[in-house]
């Protein structure tokens, strides 16, 4: 993964940022029928389904239809695949374990921020809904349609929003104030990568992001957020300015920066993103471009011939590059924990 996708992708999963609360992001269902049997299998897809449990998590329940509706459009990806059966139908039973086992971890962390009287209050919930409101450029009643054309209901999204914020404050407490990165630690990773801190062209970049997230995408809410991405577009070519749309849309720990992702050598932008500014002058920007953490839009800050760069000059970069793969890193060792010494069963 290259260096700012790295940078994206762990500030947005590694602090689990409120901003991610995006329209597909969707959570916890009501409790159905628990005893029925299911009439569903991955050879037959179509069959009718009746709701069961499939996962108990200490003294909670994950159903059925949770899992399902995460997993419908990956099943509907795998299909477009045109893959032979056989490697088709292993490839959707892994996709369906990787599912179940988020599903429960996101459960494990719920539970966790209960038992230690992490709460969040209505005011909270609300004033997070309005800032996605805002980014989405959503009326109340246009995000209730919205929801009610995914099956969802506005109850169920406050919900999810809910144990969003539980699970970043968990973070807060249990995980990021006990993650530390050393003098040691920097000058051992600036001697073993000193040849990226050599003399090369580099693109100061900043960049206005809508993602997409790990659990499944609703395909109408990801063709709404491409369409927003491409208003914000023509905004930008109508002369809008880039860090002031960057503090206002982009769903990203640097929108309060505008945007602001720093200096990079074109040989640590991913390709796609590499192809797309390596012409660019400072002052322009690119086109909207697909990325695997979202829609994006990449704006040229300045392009500088860098020198050498001392120890000091990059420090804080180390630093924050450090500080973000310890966070990742910690992140899944607590979780894996929290597995180990809680009650989880899964039924087949």
């Known amino acids: 993964?290259?260096?700012?996708?790295?940078?994206?992708?762990?500030?947005?999963?590694?602090?689990?940022?409120?901003?991610?609360?995006?329209?597909?992001?969707?959570?916890i269902l009501p409790a159905m029928a628990a005893n029925n049997e299911v009439n569903h299998s991955e050879d037959n897809p179509d069959a009718e389904m009746v709701d069961r449990i499939v996962a108990v998590v200490n003294d909670e329940i994950i159903l059925l239809s949770e899992l399902e509706k995460t997993l419908t459009p990956y099943?509907?990806?795998?299909?477009?695949?045109?893959?032979?059966?056989e490697t088709e139908k292993k490839l959707l039973y892994k996709t369906r374990e990787d599912i179940l086992k988020q599903l429960i971890d996101r459960e494990l962390t719920r539970q966790q921020a209960e038992k230690l009287g992490i709460t969040v209050d209505k005011a909270q919930v609300d004033s997070t809904?309005?800032?996605?409101?805002?980014?989405?450029?959503?009326?109340?009643e246009q995000l209730r349609e919205?929801?009610?054309?995914?099956?969802?209901?506005?109850?169920?999204?406050?919900?999810?929003?809910?144990?969003?914020?539980?699970?970043?404050r968990l973070v807060m407490r249990e995980i990021k104030a006990k993650t530390i990165v050393t003098k040691e630690d920097i000058q051992a990773y600036y001697k073993d990568n000193y040849e990226k801190y050599g003399g090369t062209?580099?693109?100061?970049?900043r960049n206005i992001i809508m993602q997409h997230p790990s659990e499944a995408p609703a395909m109408e809410a990801l063709e709404t957020v491409e369409?927003?991405?491409?208003?914000?577009?023509?905004?930008?070519?109508?002369?809008?300015?880039?860090?002031?749309?960057?503090k206002q849309y982009s769903q990203s720990s640097f929108a309060e920066e505008g945007g602001d992702l720093g200096l990079f050598a074109i040989?640590?932008?991913?390709?796609?993103?590499?192809?797309?500014?390596?012409?660019?002058?400072?002052?322009?920007?690119?086109?909207?471009l697909k990325t695997g953490q979202g829609y994006q839009i990449f704006y040229v800050e300045d392009v500088v011939e860098a020198g050498a760069e001392p120890l000091e000059a990059?420090?804080?970069?180390?630093?924050?590059?450090?500080?973000?793969?310890?966070?990742?890193?910690?992140?899944?060792?607590?979780?894996?924990a929290l597995r180990e010494k809680s009650h989880i069963q899964i039924i087949r």
Not at 146 to 168: F, V, W
Not at 228 to 245: P, T, V, Y
Not at 314 to 336: G, N
């Open 201 to 205: 062209t580099k693109y100061h970049l």
């Open 227 to 246: 369409a927003q991405m491409a208003a914000i577009h023509k905004k930008l070519e109508n002369g809008g300015d880039f860090a002031a749309l960057a």
């Open 267 to 288: 040989d640590d932008l991913a390709p796609g993103i590499k192809e797309a500014v390596k012409d660019k002058s400072p002052g322009t920007f690119t086109d909207v």
């Open 1 to 27: 993964m290259s260096r700012v996708n790295q940078m994206l992708y762990k500030r947005w999963m590694g602090s689990l940022s409120m901003l991610v609360l995006i329209l597909w992001v969707m959570a």
């Open 146 to 168: 919205m929801l009610a054309r995914e099956g969802y209901t506005l109850a169920e999204y406050r919900q999810h929003i809910r144990d969003q914020l539980l699970r970043d």
């Open 314 to 336: 990059v420090e804080k970069e180390i630093r924050d590059k450090l500080y973000k793969e310890k966070l990742d890193k910690r992140f899944d060792e607590w979780v894996e």
């Open 75 to 85: 099943r509907e990806a795998i299909a477009e695949r045109d893959l032979p059966p």
């Open 129 to 140: 809904l309005e800032k996605m409101k805002q980014s989405m450029q959503t009326t109340e």
